[in-house]
């Protein structure tokens, strides 16, 4: 029997958004889970065996999750050229031409994730990157994973010349006389890296999810949602966890492709079974993804009313609704839960649609179904999140004015749907379930400045900055609730998990402060002095 007991700090047992934060000064866990509060707990520390730790006025609170991430490309983007920490055009190309001299040898450069801003319209030319990569293949992924940067060796590599048309669901940005420019729209139309660029090794991976899940449990995180999983990374995940490799629970989510989900549907129920026959609470497999559409800087998220600056387009589906409501209904009826990427408010809409349809069509049963970004979203339809019980997966850093938003997503949607974005409050409000991810490495892995601006919707860097959409602001403990107790409803956990409550599972952070109380500003400022996984220390800081 193990026992820890912490005091000499500030303990949060529950954010209870709404009302009075509940606090306590002692707590104990023992073999996994919140045994005792207060004096009770603090009597467990005379145990024969009892760990006891002085909070020396810090924090313990519930520990985290990441509603949203992906951490096998965020752990891999170390085996290729730093791209992200680039300030311009000419930093990439000179991360690329650094790694090249130091891997001659490599047959393929393969990075991530690099600014669309630094080209006019995110549109970049294959003869910058052939100027420094010569002949080698170069496949380069863009900050929103959903668009690519190639030179001409992997346009070769790939087939892809003028007269090759655009793929279902994809795009081929082209020069005037037709031939592909470089830049590749969506999965469908950089799809060619999986079957034509060699594969990172199995032992490259490994440490790839392995670094991913030690920066995780370093910052007081205990469960992410992989949001984007093939069959063949499930060989990766079953050796992180035969070989003690995992430092948080992970659940993974299988993609549904659009063009051949039917075909898939025997499969992920295999793997599902699979994980579930190896026990282990660190690892899961109950959720499918479905990207309904792309994304608003590159004109492929789907919107009800055309682009102000495209008047002709109205984005590009991946779905007709009819086929997002066959395999919704499909994958319901099978147990799974769903996890569906909506970035337009004709996508958001399509997946109520088809969550409600589904709910209508198939046995009533409890759904924590997912609905996960949410950017922009019809202020008709930010009800239906509570009427639904579908989850609002949001990923708070996005909720500022930044480059990105002024230069690409404003001029885009033009008024009044710029202010349609991110309504976290509203939906709050609304009574919804609402939960935080990152979408790391699309955007930063670290929670705490995305909490802070979901409370101040601006940058923490920017302290004076007016707050972008101000009535879509949420208080800390709102913010902090959706990081715990909207995170263990969606890792359907929401009886074991979320709160320090008496036989809650033992999943905490140890903070030097408090999230809810210090100033907004201060909260990426805040240090990890320890990460509890089921009783278990993860990280000692």
Request: proline share 6%; charged share 25%.
């Amino acid at each position: 029997m193990s026992i820890t007991v912490f005091t000499g700090g500030e303990i949060l047992v529950d954010p209870a958004a709404g009302s009075e934060p509940i606090r306590t000064t002692a707590i104990a866990f023992r073999d996994g889970v919140v045994a005792a509060h207060g004096p009770a707990a603090e009597e467990l520390a005379a145990e024969d065996g009892a760990e006891q730790i002085d909070l020396a006025g810090g924090t313990l609170a519930p520990a985290v999750g990441d509603g949203h991430a992906h951490p096998l490309l965020g752990g891999s983007e170390a085996l290729g050229p730093n791209i992200r920490a680039a300030q311009d055009l000419a930093g990439i190309l000179s991360a690329v031409a650094e790694w090249k001299a130091a891997h001659p040898e490599a047959e393929w450069i393969i990075g991530g994730s690099y600014d669309a801003t630094f080209a006019e319209g995110g549109s970049f030319d294959a003869r910058w990157l052939d100027e420094v990569t010569g002949d080698t293949p170069t496949i380069l992924r863009a900050w929103d994973y959903h668009t690519a940067w190639v030179n001409s060796a992997a346009l070769a590599a790939g087939g892809i010349t003028a007269e090759t048309p655009d793929p279902p669901l994809g795009r081929y940005v082209r020069r005037e006389d037709g031939s592909p420019l470089g830049t590749l729209q969506e999965t469908a139309a950089n799809n060619f890296l999986a079957e034509v660029a060699p594969a990172f090794s199995l032992e490259q991976r490994l440490s790839a999810i392995e670094s991913a899940t030690r920066a995780y449990a370093a910052q007081g995180t205990t469960w992410i949602q992989d949001a984007w999983v093939q069959l063949s990374d499930l060989e990766v995940y079953r050796a992180a966890v035969a070989e003690g490799r995992l430092h948080t629970r992970v659940n993974l989510a299988f993609v549904a492709d659009p063009l051949s989900w039917r075909d898939q549907v025997d499969g992920y129920v295999a793997a599902r079974e699979g994980i579930r026959e190896l026990g282990e609470d660190r690892l899961s497999a109950e959720t499918i993804k479905i990207f309904v559409d792309g994304v608003v800087e590159s004109h492929t998220a789907a919107l009800l009313e055309p682009y102000a600056d495209r008047p002709e387009e109205m984005g590009l589906p991946n779905w007709s609704s009819e086929e997002l409501a066959a395999a919704v209904e499909r994958y319901d009826a099978l147990g799974f839960q769903i996890h569906l990427h909506a970035i337009g408010d004709g996508a958001n809409r399509l997946a109520l649609d088809a969550l409600e349809s589904a709910a209508a069509n198939n046995p009533e049963r409890e759904r924590d179904h997912v609905i996960a970004h949410v950017a922009l979203l019809d202020p008709a339809d930010v009800q239906r999140f509570a009427e639904l019980g579908v989850i609002a997966n949001f990923e708070p850093y996005w909720a500022q004015c930044d480059a990105v938003m002024r230069d690409l997503t404003i001029p885009h949607l033009g008024q009044p749907r710029d202010e349609w974005q991110y309504l976290i409050g509203s939906i709050v409000r609304s009574g919804a379930t609402v939960s935080f991810g990152s979408d790391w490495p699309v955007t930063t892995v670290d929670w705490r400045p995305a909490l802070a601006t979901a409370i101040t919707r601006r940058s923490t860097d920017e302290p004076d900055a007016p707050s972008w959409i101000p009535d879509e602001r949420i208080d800390p403990a709102a913010a902090y609730e959706a990081y715990t107790k909207g995170i263990a409803r969606q890792a359907l956990a929401a009886d074991t998990r979320g709160t320090l409550a008496v036989g809650r599972t033992a999943d905490a952070v140890w903070l030097t402060g408090d999230p809810l109380t210090v100033d907004p500003d201060s909260i990426p400022e805040l240090r990890v002095r320890g990460t509890w996984l089921g009783g278990e220390r993860t990280h000692s800081g």
